[in-house]
């Protein structure tokens, strides 16, 4: 997989703000060409008191959601990364963290002020109940 230091230098921050409880939400986005599949939006879930990922795969005309675990879920995007997404957002209550591909299929990270000022909801009560 080309990228593949930039890709994980990503994917631990997505993890590290899971861990530390600043993340809001990781979206997936800028489609290379007309596609079926326009976004995929995640956001946290407990599922049997273990927290998870929820993906919400947007198509052009329904919605598919999956439950997995953490590291399952962001395995689960890095096929999507070039096809069909040019960028992955990652939203965090401290930095908006994105990860895009420019025209040679190169990734650079960037990061701007903060989008969002509360974590994700279902992870801060998780991460408050420990």
Do not use: C, H, W
Not at 105 to 127: C, G, H
């Amino acid at each position: 997989m080309p990228n593949t230091t930039t890709y994980t230098l990503f994917f631990n921050r997505v993890k590290e703000s899971i861990s530390d409880g600043t993340f809001a939400k990781l979206t997936m986005a800028k489609t290379i060409g007309n596609t079926q599949l326009m976004n995929i939006y995640i956001r946290t879930n407990v599922d049997e008191i273990q927290l998870k990922l929820a993906l919400t795969f947007k198509f052009q005309t329904e919605e598919e959601v999956k439950i997995l675990p953490i590291e399952e879920g962001l395995n689960e995007l890095i096929p999507y990364i070039n096809n069909p997404f040019m960028s992955a957002l990652l939203f965090t209550t401290e930095a908006d963290v994105t990860m895009k591909l420019n025209k040679k299929r190169v990734a650079n990270i960037t990061e701007q002020a903060p989008t969002f000022k509360n974590a994700d909801p279902i992870l801060l009560e998780y991460l408050s109940g420990k």
